[in-house]
């Protein structure tokens, strides 16, 4: 019964990697850009959504109505200004600058919020649980897992069903072509970042609630991630969501063997499974 | 005068220290199928992509209804009705058939060009429309490439090789297309290899040679001699 309680709690969990994952694949799906400031991006939303706990007194979920939107415009405003200017043949510029990036993040962070541990406080919500047969599981996880299957479900059809996925996925084919079709590059990828930053600010806030964050938590979120992404396959969205809950099961049965195991527990997978391997458990397929 | 619907005034081209054209001047006027012609290497592509859009280093070279629309992004050439078929297609190999055709529509200009009318003119893309592009035989590809820049409803369309590569069957069938596209308010511009054919579809030639106009003429008239030595530089 326990080792079933722990695949359920790592299950869950993968939700919410694969959270921290889904915004880091679609932006290297559409631009090529691996962003390395990813993990202080989710951190960055946790903090939003406390300040606006704070000067609003709003719960850190009703907070989402405004750290989504906030977290969509700045990563618009960020592609538009910065990264777009280090965008071409070369992957390594932006990439560099998204490294600059996550040290600024994290000092900026330190001056605002000082280096002490924070935590989101959603209520009641948080302790509470639900029975699924012989194993209780908390409300939270629930939902988390929830919005990432929502979340994986509405960027596949945005993605494969609308104009703006049709558009990305052209720009990511040949960028010079899709801009004779009108489609200016600059804004193309400046949507993507916002979208990626929308998902990212529910992964913050859901981060936030869950545990304790502090300017210096966005690294392991970032590997968290990327693994999630490797795993599942790069491109694949369905993918990634299967890898955060590989990734999320194996920590969970790692702490299981001994509690210093979770995390070396997941790497250990995540690098038997790059090495078996390399294209991740479901490269891409398209359509 | 009126302007030409589009001019090229003393045209240069760099690639890095390379310079692929030299000074080129050309006039499209509204209605017309000009020709360019030219050996591999003369600079015909550049040209093409100079004014679409894709090179960007002539800023006043490139004259659009007398503006000079040489520093535009190609997306904003792209808006002013200007459609440019690439060489060698380049489709999006990520869409289907019918949204590579869709795509080249979304600008949502007006005119006669939509889905249906694309699919009558190739009917065989409307039975492949599901399929993704790059499953297509190469002249299929050419249809979508071509139906692409329709869909864009242009007053001008630039064509880069259409014929490249194509079985002379489908050439000819692209080509009795042609004056079916052409009228109705657009104009072309068509790269070719094929002189014989270059000429037979314009009304006018121009021909490029080392980065250089070596000739310009009316496609009905010009000697067949005067043209071999504009080509070759013989
Ligand atoms: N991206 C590039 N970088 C450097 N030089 C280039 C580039 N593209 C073309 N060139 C050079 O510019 C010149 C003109 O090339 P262009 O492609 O315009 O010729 P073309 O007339 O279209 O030839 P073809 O009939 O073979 O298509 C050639 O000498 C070519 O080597
Ligand atoms: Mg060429």
């Known amino acids: ?287 | 005068m009126p302007d030409a619907l589009l001019s090229l005034q003393a045209l240069n081209a760099h690639y890095g220290d390379f310079q692929a054209l030299y000074g080129v001047n050309l006039k499209v006027e509204p209605g017309e199928v000009v020709a360019v012609i030219g050996a591999n290497g003369a600079g015909k592509t550049t040209m093409l992509r100079s004014i679409a859009g894709l090179l960007r280093n002539a800023p006043e070279a490139i004259r659009w209804k007398g503006q000079a629309i040489g520093a535009l992004r190609a997306d904003q050439v792209a808006a002013l009705g200007i459609a440019l078929v690439p060489e060698g297609r380049l489709l999006f190999p990520s869409l289907s058939v019918e949204e590579n055709l869709i795509i080249g529509g979304q600008l949502g200009r007006k005119g006669p060009w939509s889905l249906p009318r694309v699919y009558e003119l190739f009917p065989i893309l409307k039975e492949r429309r599901h399929q993704q592009s790059t499953s297509l035989s190469g002249g299929q590809q050419q249809m979508v490439a071509i139906g692409r820049a329709l869909m864009a409803n242009p007053e001008l369309v630039l064509m880069d090789e259409i014929s490249l590569g194509l079985a002379p069957v489908i050439i000819r069938q692209i080509y009795e297309a042609l004056p079916g596209i052409v009228g109705e308010g657009l104009t072309a511009m068509i790269v070719e290899q094929d002189i014989a054919k270059a000429l037979s579809v314009s009304q006018r030639v121009y021909c490029l040679q080392e980065g250089r106009v070596s000739l310009e003429g009316q496609s009905q008239s010009v000697p067949r001699e005067e043209i071999t030595r504009a080509y070759f530089g013989v």
Not at chain 1, 254 to 270: E, M, N, S, T
């Open chain 1, 1 to 287: 019964m326990d080792w079933l309680n722990a695949i359920l709690q790592g299950t869950l969990l993968g939700g919410l990697y694969a959270l921290f994952a889904a915004g880091l694949s679609l932006i290297f799906g559409v631009m090529r850009l691996v962003n390395i400031a990813h993990g202080d991006l989710i951190v960055l939303s946790a903090y939003v959504a406390l300040s606006f706990g704070v000067s609003l007194g709003l719960n850190p979920l009703v907070a989402l109505l405004l750290v989504v939107p906030s977290m969509a415009l700045i990563g618009y405003a960020l592609q538009r200004l910065i990264l777009n200017r280090t965008m071409g043949e070369d992957l390594l510029p932006p990439l560099l600058v998204t490294f600059g990036l996550s040290v600024i993040l994290q000092n900026v962070l330190l001056m605002g919020y000082s280096a002490d541990p924070q935590n989101l406080q959603a209520g009641t919500i948080e302790t509470a649980s639900v029975n699924l047969g012989p194993v209780a599981v908390g409300v939270m996880p629930v939902l988390v897992f929830i919005t990432a299957v929502v979340v994986i479900a509405a960027l596949q059809w945005m993605f494969y069903r609308t104009a703006l996925g049709r558009a990305f996925r052209a720009t990511s084919d040949r960028q010079d072509v899709a801009q004779l079709m009108g489609l200016n590059r600059a804004h193309v990828f400046g949507l993507a970042m916002a979208l990626s930053l929308a998902v990212t600010a529910l992964a913050g806030v859901f981060l936030g609630i869950r545990t304790a964050f502090d300017p210096a938590a966005g690294g392991a979120r970032l590997i968290f991630g990327f693994e999630a992404v490797i795993i599942g396959g790069l491109g694949n969205l369905w993918g990634t969501l299967a890898g955060g809950v590989i990734l999320g099961v194996a920590q969970t049965l790692g702490a299981k063997i001994d509690p210093g195991y979770q995390i070396l527990a997941g790497h250990i997978v995540f690098l038997i499974i790059l090495a078996l391997r390399p294209r991740g458990l479901f490269p891409r397929i398209d359509g």
